[in-house]
């Protein structure tokens, strides 16, 4: 400005004045001034001047500089985009496809330009655009940034995006998606592997129980003292062990020509269990073998229920190389026709531990029964005898009521064993013990107290009762015939002394002392003949 005024006020000076030769060589005294003044202004425009294009230089640097700024950082977040796994969309409320971001292709499905400007509903599928597009109004309503999860398939691959939705202007949404398809697979394999690690859990779960089911019955097969208390244990623990099948446990008699059952359970009262049958009708006595029925298959077993109406296992009981019985499982279940590995294991393992437990028990009372018991006679041995007697008087001493004792002896035994030999003597005692054992009753005890002596313990009998009791068994005795080797022995007689408590002992020993003194008189006055005890040999405590 300063420079426009000073060029006006030179021209104004040389129009009215002349030549600027004139007026430099003959200069008059107010030009003079004009001409400092003139200096002075044009000095300060040039300074004016100078200082502006510094200013000028200045700014324009600074803005090179924050030029170069921004283009640095816009590489850097195209860059970033670039090489981001988001892609960030903008999208109106009518779910159209406004802007993409980045261009890199790899992130899409499809090009740019072939997204923009279409709806959301040319894209996924009708369920899904719904949803996604209801979420649209949602964000754009509430003014907030909402997460959503969708699916695309692409040819033959089902992709899965995760989408941050974010409020951008009145009628636009941000969208920032990702592919996690990766993430969703790892998830998927997590959830398999959690449901593997639960499901062996429950297995392993199942298992223990089953274990300490198994081990308990185990447990309580080894505390059972009669058979009753092993078919009790094996019912209950049946129950337990197979809830979902039903089953019968059948036992072989002393004979083996019966099967029957002493243990069932799971049946409806509705349906007809075989209680007994021949071993010649099921093929698992017969051959040893496990028998199992399923689908389609008819049990070959005339024991199991229902046929082919479910899937049915037989199992032989085997122990010390011995089939015992039979084990039966069928399920309960009428639509499934098949038995699991693990449970047709369960059920040998239960089926193997069964047989092990009778025969046990059996055993035990073979060893039991040899242990107190004759074996020439089948009579119970003396120290049977002993074991008993103090039981049964304790039980008479408390409920006041008498215990009769007969001892028996053979009369002129040992004149049979001279004249038909010992073999004849073993037969006629056999034949003795066979005939008191059916002229006895439940609870009476019948023994062998040594030689040819015996003894019957007669619990709850009065001196009254004994007697008539021992001239029955005289009576009776004379219409026994003993043969040996085709022989007749000839008539066998008895000589008995009968003796009671508390009459004639406060003990159990007194009173077959007593009866054995009576016995000793029965013999002393003839033989074949019947002697009381006598009161005064009773002894006190």
Known sequence: MLFLFADILIDVYWFHEGTLLTQLLHPEPYEIYVRSFIIVIILINTIYAQFISNRLNSVNSQLNIELTERLR?????????????????????QGVYQSIAPTNTDLLYKLPEELLGKNIRDVFPPEEAETLLST????????????????????????WFEAFISYMTEDSTLWVARDVTDRKSTEAALLDASKTITRNMS???QQNIVMSLLNRMVESYQACITIEEIYAVAEQS?????????????????????????VAWGFSSTQNILTAFSPNDCPVLQSGQTHLAEGEQTSHCHHSVDGRATAHLCIP????????????????DKSDLHMTPAKQQLARTVADTT????????????????????????????????ETLEREVQRAKRNHQPVGIIMIDIDFFKRINDNYGHKAGDTVLRELGGFLLTHVRREDIACRFGGEEFIL?????????????????QDRLKRLQIQHNGQQLGGVTLSLGVAVYPDHGTTGMAVIHSADMALYRAKQSGRNRIELGREEQVETD
Not at 137 to 145: H, P, R, S
Not at 373 to 379: E, V
């Open 73 to 93: 950082i816009e590489a850097k977040l195209r860059a970033l985009f670039a090489s981001m796994h988001d892609v960030v969309l903008e999208i109106d409320r």
């Open 317 to 332: 009981l085997i122990a010390h190389g011995e089939t015992v019985g039979v084990l039966s499982l069928q399920n309960e």
């Open 457 to 473: 313990i007669l619990p709850g009998a009065t001196l009254l009762t004994t007697r008539t009791r021992a001239e029955l068994l």
């Open 238 to 262: 049946c129950t337990l062990l197979f809830p979902e099948q039903a089953g019968t446990l059948f036992r072989l008699n002393p004979s083996q020509d019966i099967s029957e059952v002493v």
């Open 355 to 386: 047989a092990l437990a009778l025969a046990n028990l059996d055993l035990r009372e073979t060893l039991r029964q040899q242990a107190i018991r004759d074996p020439l006679t089948g009579l119970f041995n003396r120290r049977y005898l002993e």
């Open 136 to 159: 649209v109004q949602k964000v754009l309503g509430a003014q907030q940034t909402l997460k959503v999860e969708y699916k695309l398939t692409i040819g033959e691959n089902l992709l």
């Open 203 to 205: 297995e392993l779960e």
